[in-house]
Structure formats: structure tokens, C-alpha cells
């Protein structure tokens, strides 16, 4: 209700802000990017081949500030936060609320997105793979947002939290292999970002795309560890909340 109250008061800012982002980050990337690789290396033209990586750098955006004011901003200033947890609820249902509102509006943002870029493009995925597509964006986004968490209960100072920010999005946008293909780097770097948490979502969703085969083992196992990480952030907040 509250992220609802937050949108209706301020929502001609916040509908320009969703149409302007994926125009601004398809701008930015896509037409830029294709002059340089004109394809991938499966033969994809690249401004085809982008659009989930788009999608997923999008979805990211939408998600921090959400988790940021929540977990940090209200935390250090002893506003929202603090006062939630006085209320009759268990501190994973706290951290299961907040994070589930959150990748919920960045799911829509990415939806949106998807809709509004393939107006500019030819969008050729499949119905089944778009539902491929947008069952990994729902993982990377659990696992993203626990990352978040963790970041904005943990650190405590606005200026170690924003280099962080700063450099898990540069990973999050050049070392996912949602711009550039991981087949670009050396072998011994790709192999290490291929295994990394974050950057295995997208590569199930690509695996589909190319053999039509799901790997339900390597994604059920992202959800125990997602799962994992939200109890992990259940205790950290407590311990913080105790302090």
C-alpha cells in the first residue's frame, strides 16, 4: 500500500521516468553497440539479440531504489524500517514483503520495457520464449534484490554504499554477458563470470533460446540459494535492528 500511496503522488513524474528509461538505455546501447557488433556469435542481428539484456539491465534499475530507501536510506535515519519492525511480524516475513513488492514493480518495469522496445525493433521471440524470458528475469531479481539487501543493512555510510552500487552495476551491465557475449572474453575470465550467481539467469534463458531445453536442476538450485540468502539477510537485520 505504501509503494501504491508513493506512485499515485508523484505519478505523471513516474510515468515519464518508465517511458523515458528504456528509450534512453535502448538509445544508449542498441543503436550504439550494433555499428560495432553487427551480430552475435550465433548469427543473431545484435539489436535483436540485446533486447533481453536490455530487459534485465532495465529491471535492475527499477529495483534498487526501491530496496535502497527501504534498507538503508529509512535504516540509517531510524524512519520506516525501524518502526515496521516494532509491529507483530516475523523479520523474514519483513524481508519477504519488501522483496517481493519490489521485484514486483521491477518485474512491471520490465514488462513495460519489453512492450515499448519492440516498438522500436523487430521483437522475434516466441510466446514460450518470452514466458522463458521473464521466469529467469523473476530469479535474477530474487537474487539481485538479496544482494541489495544485503548491501543496504551491512554498509553503513551513503558514500561506501553508492562505490558499491556504482561498481556491482558496472559488472551487472558489461560482466553478465547481457551486452557483451562472454564468447568476447578470455577464457579463464568467462569461465569465472559465467559460475557467478547473478549472471546464471540469463544464461538459462539463453540455453532455451538456442536448444529449446530448460536446465530446471541449475534453476531450482538459484532458488534454494535465493532462498538461503533471504534467511542470511533475516538474521543480519536483526542483529542490526538489535544495535
Keep these: 500500500m505504501r509503494r501504491i500511496w508513493l506512485w499515485q503522488n508523484r505519478l505523471l513524474f513516474s510515468i515519464v521516468l518508465l517511458l523515458a ?16 557488433m553487427v551480430q552475435s556469435l550465433s548469427g543473431v542481428p545484435f539489436d535483436i ?71 522500436f525493433t523487430a521483437y522475434s521471440y516466441s510466446l514460450l520464449e518470452s514466458f522463458a524470458l521473464l521466469l529467469c528475469l523473476v530469479l535474477y531479481l530474487f537474487l539481485l534484490g538479496n544482494l541489495f539487501i544485503s548491501m543496504g543493512l551491512l554498509i553503513d555510510t551513503v ?19 547481457f551486452i557483451i557475449e562472454f564468447g568476447f572474453f ?27 531445453l530448460m536446465d530446471w536442476a541449475l534453476f531450482a538450485g538459484l532458488t534454494i540459494f535465493g532462498l538461503l540468502w533471504t534467511l542470511a539477510n533475516t538474521s543480519i537485520l536483526k542483529r542490526k535492528l538489535q544495535h
Design 21 to 36: 528509461l528504456p528509450v534512453l538505455i535502448y538509445g544508449l546501447i542498441s543503436v550504439s553497440f550494433k555499428n560495432i
Design 49 to 119: 539479440w540485446v533486447i533481453p539484456g536490455l530487459i534485465f539491465i532495465i529491471s535492475s534499475l527499477g529495483l534498487f531504489p526501491l530496496l535502497y530507501r527501504d534498507f538503508f536510506d529509512l535504516r540509517i535515519h531510524r524512519k520506516v524500517l525501524v518502526n515496521v519492525a516494532l509491529a507483530p511480524y516475523r523479520k523474514r516475513e519483513l524481508i519477504g514483503g519488501y522483496l517481493c513488492v519490489a521485484g514486483i514493480e521491477a518485474f512491471l518495469i520490465g514488462i513495460i520495457s519489453l512492450l515499448i522496445i519492440s516498438g
Design 159 to 177: 558514500t561506501t554504499l553508492f562505490l558499491m552500487t556504482a561498481l556491482n552495476f558496472i559488472f551487472l551491465i558489461f560482466g553478465n554477458g
Design 186 to 212: 578470455p577464457v579463464n575470465l568467462a569461465t569465472f563470470l559465467k559460475w557467478l550467481p547473478l549472471s546464471i539467469p540469463f544464461q538459462i534463458f539463453q540455453l532455451f533460446n538456442q536448444t529449446g
